[in-house]
């Protein structure tokens, strides 16, 4: 019984995780950049959305396209300014101008916008649904929801616009992508700016049961990647895959080890997994 | 394109601009300010003003700049003719051993005479090992345990020790509990798993095991837990009568939500940190009242002197900014006392004295004495309860300013 | 030979500066912490330049080598000149168990994969409050000057330590630079595949060098709590403090050369000094933003590594077509 609780808390969160790192293996795909800035623009997603809450009244998942919005832009600059001129620099020189932008941002954040912690009151907030003896938590149900609805929005993006194929195309081969009259340049800021907005929809999706604060990237940039990689880096399955797996490890891990080991036990299993898959769960095999 | 732009600028002699900003660069800092100018005492403020700590840095800055502007006001250490207290402010960041290196900045660049800080313990003791060495006096109002036990001359903690307030958690609600006419017999603890968690629940553990109080969950967290759903499902299950969550604001507001969700209502008493703050009452709002906390201090203990801090910032003190005041007021009656603006004089003046009037008076015991360890030995927590919007001091009965409301 | 000769240059006005400073005062202190990071940056090269596998988990062997000295001499009385070894030790061990499951990971597989390493030591640190004291942290005890026991009365020796650390270190990346294994290891760079066809043992190569840099890397962590005295899991085993800052300096300066590490030291270490020391008194995160910007802007400017600087006639010469 505590076990069916721990998998349905597991896979709610996961979906959650999920959608806040597809936009990170998005950006990877295309560009082959591991951005670490990209917890950075969850935070934004929060701010945008607190901000529309308290000033606009409105309710953050549904000013979770604003967010989207606020992060596109902000990416758009970000990747035309800075990152775009380090794609053809060492992979070491981009990892680290992207942790220079996290610092940026971050701090950036704490000067405009202070230090306090704040968070939003929904009437949802402390509602739970019960199914029988289960309790589902209706804002990780909302939140789980509107990732699917993202996830499944992307999908037909990548799969079925020509600025999908158009990206793929970029991703896989960007010289022939060139001669076949893509513009390369717009394509990667398109990536960027739609990869970090996606991690900001998700950023005002999870609102309502987080607090938002400066520094709160920190707590899932980890997590970000780790469901990014143990998916499978690039692979926007990898990253739902990625993401259910890690929130069913994590709430099951504490049916079992102390709560206090439950990243410890995502470590050893991602760290185990890729010494057996070192492409990860779905990446494709090098 | 970037490049061809630099390279346009700076030709050939790349280098030797390089060089020279670089020599600017190097010599600036020994440029700049010379030692106290007879006429200012600096006291060295580090404080964490960046990271995951900022707010709390940031409140006790504010703390220790409103006292200091009143002595200042006042017309400054009467004892070296009127000095005026200048503070020198600097960032701790967020890793003690910066935290020390900038301490060291401090004493050896600005000449400092005191340093007040860092708000977390590991900053504090990272901090305590530059300032021991010189004889320079560190006040502070972090409390695990190991600040005053390690035999330091020149350390000084205006609280109690995290494990004598772990323990007044348990035990001031066990009497409010008793007096409301229930006896508590099974109680849960949870903690984030920080030096600030695990110190405090330590006390709480102790002080249960005392009281005979059987713990029925004791789970530490760590500090940047993204779902509280599996520690308040433990909690469900383990028929606690009251729960003892020691956390920050984050972690706190999960816990309450998440306990709302399940329909747990059960008494919460939390650890100070989150549970203490304005932000709290912000995120919770209607849930937040009649939530009980221990606190170090409040400020409803001397609203004459923490309504300062309201008129001038806009929210109520926070205890650790009123503990930082405490420290800034007790520093300048100490070098007052010791008529010298040299740290080991100051040292002097401090250690196992006596400290009345003043700011003081917003502690609790009215006054601070402080033991060969470095401990303030008057200062007792207190149990605070929200009561619309406002902290309320509801227990021990000498400090409490309302009744104390048990909702079992 | 012109990298050599600002080295040299570097290394004599490290030597020469304690003579001038403060003993027991700032500069010295952040000379020390420039050296010793410098040092770590190095050690650091041997598996993210020679090997090319960029790792953010050395703070697993750095915090292992800072925790067994320190509770060797808490507990056993032990000299931190012996406990430096023992610390090594264990460190070479861990790299050891690190390499094996990373061994055929790619990339960013094997950064992430080593970032868990070091963020798993970090929760064992603690959690296994019994033994290293737990979050609260441990320090190295008070005691009177006693050079035999790693204690000194001023900051001086620290920095002559560290000096000949950051000698000792290079002189081994060099070593592995200009030997066989380095040979090995650029045909495993250059191509992982054919370098196994034609006999390289891609497995052992890749072990020693993550073995030597680990072991390096845990006596550094030794050297350094000897001068931090107070350290906790978050700063031994600290992601951002410790794994993250190593490798940029060692980026900053020039991944894979001896001079870039030293160079990258003495260029982030002071940053963030005089970042702090101007602004950060201000405006909360100002500082931060400052070094931010300067942190982009150099990356921007040389993403090679500011050694490139120093390659300004030879850039010239290539670029006529």
């Given at each position: 019984?505590?076990?069916?609780?721990a998998?349905?808390?597991g896979?709610?969160i996961?979906?959650?995780?999920?959608?806040?790192?597809?936009?990170?293996?998005?950006?990877?795909?295309?560009?082959?950049?591991?951005?670490?800035?990209?917890?950075?623009?969850?935070?934004?997603?929060?701010?945008?959305?607190?901000?529309?809450?308290?000033?606009?009244?409105?309710?953050?998942?549904?000013?979770?396209?604003?967010?989207?919005?606020?992060?596109?832009?902000?990416?758009?600059?970000?990747?035309?300014?800075?990152?775009?001129?380090?794609?053809?620099?060492?992979?070491?020189?981009?990892?680290?101008?992207?942790?220079?932008?996290?610092?940026?941002?971050?701090?950036?954040?704490?000067?405009?916008?202070?230090?306090?912690?704040?968070?939003?009151?929904?009437?949802?907030?402390?509602?739970?649904?019960?199914?029988?003896?289960?309790?589902?938590?209706?804002?990780?149900?909302?939140?789980?929801?509107?990732?699917?609805?993202?996830?499944?929005?992307?999908?037909?993006?990548?799969?079925?616009?020509?600025?999908?194929?158009?990206?793929?195309?970029?991703?896989?081969?960007?010289?022939?992508?060139?001669?076949?009259?893509?513009?390369?340049?717009?394509?990667?800021?398109?990536?960027?700016?739609?990869?970090?907005?996606?991690?900001?929809?998700?950023?005002?999706?999870?609102?309502?049961?987080?607090?938002?604060?400066?520094?709160?990237?920190?707590?899932?940039?980890v997590l970000?990647?780790t469901?990014?990689?143990?998916?499978?880096?690039?692979?926007?399955?990898?990253?739902?895959?990625?993401?259910?797996?890690v929130g069913v490890v994590q709430s099951m891990s504490t049916l079992f080890f102390p709560i206090q080991l439950q990243n410890l036990v995502l470590f050893v299993v991602?760290?185990?997994?890729?010494?057996?898959?070192?492409?990860?769960?779905?990446?494709?095999?090098? | 394109?970037?490049?061809?732009?630099?390279?346009?600028?700076?030709?050939?002699?790349?280098?030797?601009?390089?060089?020279?900003?670089?020599?600017?660069?190097?010599?600036?800092?020994?440029?700049?300010?010379?030692?106290?100018?007879?006429?200012?005492?600096?006291?060295?403020?580090?404080?964490?003003?960046?990271?995951?700590?900022?707010?709390?840095?940031?409140?006790?800055?504010?703390?220790?700049?409103?006292?200091?502007?009143?002595?200042?006001?006042?017309?400054?250490?009467?004892?070296?003719?009127?000095?005026?207290?200048?503070?020198?402010?600097?960032?701790?960041?967020?890793?003690?051993?910066?935290?020390?290196?900038?301490?060291?900045?401090?004493?050896?660049?600005?000449?400092?005479?005191?340093?007040?800080?860092?708000?977390?313990?590991?900053?504090?003791?990272?901090?305590?090992?530059?300032?021991?060495?010189?004889?320079?006096?560190?006040?502070?109002?972090?409390?695990?345990?190991?600040?005053?036990?390690?035999?330091?001359?020149?350390?000084?903690?205006?609280?109690?020790?995290?494990?004598?307030?772990?323990?007044?958690?348990?035990?001031?609600?066990?009497?409010?509990?008793?007096?409301?006419?229930?006896?508590?017999?099974?109680?849960?603890?949870?903690?984030?798993d920080?030096?600030?968690?695990?110190?405090?629940?330590?006390?709480?553990?102790?002080?249960?095991?005392?009281?005979?109080?059987?713990?029925?969950?004791?789970d530490a967290y760590p500090l940047g837990i993204t779902d509280a759903t599996p520690l308040?499902?433990?909690?469900?299950?383990?028929?606690?009568?009251?729960?003892?969550?020691?956390?920050?604001?984050?972690?706190?507001?999960?816990?309450?939500?998440?306990?709302?969700?399940?329909?747990?209502?059960?008494?919460?008493?939390?650890?100070?940190?989150?549970?203490?703050?304005?932000?709290?009452?912000?995120?919770?709002?209607?849930?937040?009242?009649?939530?009980?906390?221990?606190?170090?201090?409040?400020?409803?203990?001397?609203?004459?002197?923490?309504?300062?801090?309201?008129?001038?910032?806009?929210?109520?003190?926070?205890?650790?900014?009123?503990?930082?005041?405490?420290?800034?007021?007790?520093?300048?009656?100490?070098?007052?006392?010791?008529?010298?603006?040299?740290?080991?004089?100051?040292?002097?003046?401090?250690?196992?004295?006596?400290?009345?009037?003043?700011?003081?008076?917003?502690?609790?015991?009215?006054?601070?004495?402080?033991?060969?360890?470095?401990?303030?030995?008057?200062?007792?927590?207190?149990?605070?309860?929200?009561?619309?919007?406002?902290?309320?001091?509801?227990?021990?009965?000498?400090?409490?300013?309302?009744?104390?409301?048990?909702?079992? | 030979?012109?990298?050599?000769?600002?080295?040299?240059?570097?290394?004599?006005?490290?030597?020469?500066?304690?003579?001038?400073?403060?003993?027991?005062?700032?500069?010295?202190?952040?000379?020390?912490?420039?050296?010793?990071?410098?040092?770590?940056?190095?050690?650091?090269?041997?598996?993210?330049?020679?090997?090319?596998?960029?790792?953010?988990?050395?703070?697993?062997?750095?915090?292992?080598?800072?925790?067994?000295?320190?509770?060797?001499?808490?507990?056993?009385?032990?000299?931190?000149?012996?406990?430096?070894?023992?610390?090594?030790?264990?460190?070479?061990?861990?790299?050891?168990?690190?390499?094996?499951?990373?061994?055929?990971?790619?990339?960013?597989?094997?950064?992430?994969?080593?970032?868990?390493?070091?963020e798993v030591?970090?929760v064992?640190?603690n959690v296994?409050?019994?033994?290293?004291?737990?979050?609260?942290?441990?320090?190295?005890?008070?005691?009177?000057?006693?050079?035999?026991?790693?204690?000194?009365?001023?900051?001086?020796?620290?920095?002559?330590?560290?000096?000949?650390?950051?000698?000792?270190?290079?002189?081994?990346?060099?070593?592995?630079?200009?030997?066989?294994?380095?040979?090995?290891?650029?045909?495993?760079?250059?191509?992982?595949?054919?370098?196994?066809?034609?006999?390289?043992?891609?497995?052992?190569?890749?072990?020693?060098?993550?073995?030597?840099?680990?072991?390096?890397?845990?006596?550094?962590?030794?050297?350094?709590?000897?001068?931090?005295?107070?350290?906790?899991?978050?700063?031994?085993?600290?992601?951002?403090?410790?794994?993250?800052?190593?490798?940029?300096?060692?980026?900053?300066?020039?991944?894979?050369?001896?001079?870039?590490?030293?160079?990258?030291?003495?260029?982030?270490?002071?940053?963030?000094?005089?970042?702090?020391?101007?602004?950060?008194?201000?405006?909360?995160?100002?500082?931060?933003?400052?070094?931010?910007?300067?942190?982009?802007?150099?990356?921007?400017?040389?993403?090679?590594?500011?050694?490139?600087?120093?390659?300004?006639?030879?850039?010239?010469?290539?670029?006529?077509?």
């Amino acid at each position: 019984m505590a076990y069916l609780q721990a998998l349905l808390d597991g896979l709610l969160i996961g979906g959650v995780y999920a959608v806040i790192s597809i936009g990170l293996t998005l950006v990877y795909g295309v560009m082959g950049i591991v951005n670490f800035a990209q917890a950075e623009f969850l935070m934004i997603g929060m701010f945008v959305a607190w901000f529309a809450w308290a000033y606009l009244g409105l309710d953050p998942v549904v000013a979770a396209p604003l967010s989207f919005a606020a992060a596109f832009a902000i990416g758009w600059v970000v990747q035309g300014q800075l990152i775009g001129r380090v794609l053809k620099a060492p992979a070491v020189a981009q990892i680290f101008l992207t942790v220079g932008v996290l610092i940026l941002i971050e701090n950036s954040a704490l000067m405009l916008f202070g230090s306090q912690f704040r968070s939003v009151t929904t009437p949802y907030q402390t509602m739970s649904l019960q199914l029988g003896p289960l309790f589902v938590s209706v804002p990780y149900l909302i939140a789980f929801v509107m990732s699917v609805l993202c996830g499944a929005v992307l999908w037909w993006f990548m799969g079925f616009s020509w600025f999908g194929r158009a990206m793929r195309a970029t991703a896989q081969n960007p010289t022939a992508a060139q001669l076949m009259g893509i513009d390369t340049a717009f394509m990667y800021k398109m990536a960027f700016a739609l990869g970090v907005g996606l991690t900001a929809f998700g950023g005002a999706v999870i609102l309502p049961y987080t607090t938002v604060f400066p520094t709160v990237g920190g707590q899932f940039v980890v997590l970000m990647f780790t469901v990014v990689v143990l998916g499978g880096l690039g692979s926007v399955a990898g990253a739902v895959i990625g993401g259910l797996t890690v929130g069913v490890v994590q709430s099951m891990s504490t049916l079992f080890f102390p709560i206090q080991l439950q990243n410890l036990v995502l470590f050893v299993v991602f760290i185990l997994v890729l010494a057996f898959r070192p492409q990860g769960l779905i990446g494709a095999a090098r | 394109m970037t490049k061809k732009f630099l390279d346009g600028v700076l030709p050939m002699s790349r280098r030797h601009v390089l060089a020279t900003g670089g020599a600017a660069l190097v010599a600036a800092p020994f440029v700049r300010r010379a030692g106290a100018q007879s006429g200012t005492v600096n006291v060295g403020v580090i404080l964490p003003l960046s990271g995951a700590n900022a707010q709390f840095g940031i409140n006790s800055r504010n703390g220790i700049e409103l006292v200091a502007d009143e002595i200042n006001a006042a017309g400054g250490i009467k004892a070296l003719g009127g000095a005026k207290i200048n503070l020198v402010v600097a960032d701790s960041t967020s890793t003690p051993t910066t935290a020390a290196t900038v301490a060291q900045r401090l004493i050896t660049q600005n000449e400092v005479s005191a340093i007040l800080g860092a708000f977390a313990s590991s900053l504090t003791l990272a901090i305590s090992e530059v300032t021991e060495r010189r004889e320079l006096p560190l006040l502070t109002m972090s409390f695990a345990d190991q600040i005053t036990g390690r035999g330091f001359k020149s350390i000084f903690q205006v609280v109690a020790k995290a494990s004598v307030l772990g323990a007044a958690q348990l035990d001031y609600t066990r009497a409010i509990a008793e007096a409301a006419g229930q006896k508590l017999e099974k109680v849960a603890i949870m903690y984030e798993d920080t030096a600030y968690g695990t110190a405090q629940a330590e006390g709480l553990r102790q002080a249960a095991k005392k009281a005979g109080v059987q713990v029925v969950m004791d789970d530490a967290y760590p500090l940047g837990i993204t779902d509280a759903t599996p520690l308040i499902n433990k909690l469900r299950t383990s028929g606690a009568q009251a729960v003892f969550p020691v956390s920050y604001l984050n972690d706190s507001l999960l816990i309450i939500r998440t306990m709302r969700q399940q329909k747990i209502t059960i008494p919460a008493i939390g650890g100070a940190a989150g549970y203490v703050i304005p932000d709290f009452e912000k995120g919770l709002g209607e849930f937040a009242e009649g939530v009980l906390s221990i606190s170090p201090a409040n400020y409803d203990l001397a609203p004459e002197l923490t309504d300062r801090f309201r008129k001038r910032f806009g929210y109520f003190m926070v205890h650790e900014a009123l503990e930082h005041a405490v420290c800034m007021d007790v520093l300048a009656q100490a070098i007052e006392k010791a008529k010298s603006s040299k740290a080991e004089a100051i040292t002097a003046a401090l250690r196992g004295a006596r400290f009345e009037g003043g700011w003081t008076k917003a502690m609790t015991g009215g006054a601070v004495q402080f033991d060969d360890t470095g401990l303030n030995t008057l200062s007792v927590p207190v149990m605070v309860q929200w009561r619309n919007k406002e902290l309320v001091s509801v227990w021990p009965k000498e400090y409490a300013k309302g009744e104390a409301v048990w909702k079992s | 030979m012109r990298r050599w000769i600002i080295f040299g240059l570097l290394i004599a006005v490290a030597a020469a500066l304690p003579l001038f400073l403060d003993a027991r005062g700032y500069w010295i202190r952040v000379l020390t912490l420039t050296l010793l990071f410098a040092a770590m940056g190095q050690a650091w090269n041997i598996v993210g330049g020679l090997a090319n596998q960029i790792s953010l988990g050395h703070a697993a062997f750095f915090g292992i080598g800072a925790y067994t000295s320190t509770l060797l001499l808490i507990n056993f009385g032990l000299s931190p000149w012996i406990g430096l070894f023992a610390g090594a030790a264990l460190a070479s061990v861990a790299a050891l168990v690190i390499a094996l499951p990373t061994m055929r990971l790619q990339g960013h597989y094997f950064t992430l994969a080593t970032l868990a390493f070091g963020e798993v030591m970090r929760v064992i640190a603690n959690v296994w409050s019994s033994l290293t004291g737990g979050p609260v942290g441990i320090s190295v005890p008070f005691m009177a000057p006693d050079p035999l026991m790693y204690s000194f009365r001023t900051t001086v020796p620290h920095a002559y330590i560290a000096l000949l650390a950051l000698l000792l270190v290079t002189a081994v990346f060099v070593w592995i630079d200009r030997g066989a294994m380095g040979y090995r290891l650029r045909a495993i760079k250059g191509n992982e595949a054919a370098a196994e066809v034609i006999g390289v043992n891609t497995m052992r190569v890749k072990l020693s060098a993550a073995v030597i840099s680990g072991a390096l890397m845990g006596a550094l962590g030794t050297l350094y709590v000897q001068l931090a005295l107070f350290f906790d899991p978050d700063t031994a085993f600290g992601l951002v403090p410790i794994s993250v800052r190593v490798a940029l300096i060692a980026i900053i300066g020039g991944v894979g050369t001896a001079l870039g590490p030293l160079i990258g030291a003495a260029f982030i270490i002071p940053l963030e000094e005089f970042a702090n020391d101007l602004l950060s008194s201000g405006a909360a995160g100002l500082s931060q933003i400052a070094y931010a910007l300067v942190l982009i802007a150099v990356i921007l400017w040389r993403p090679r590594g500011l050694v490139t600087l120093f390659d300004a006639v030879s850039s010239k010469v290539r670029k006529k077509p």
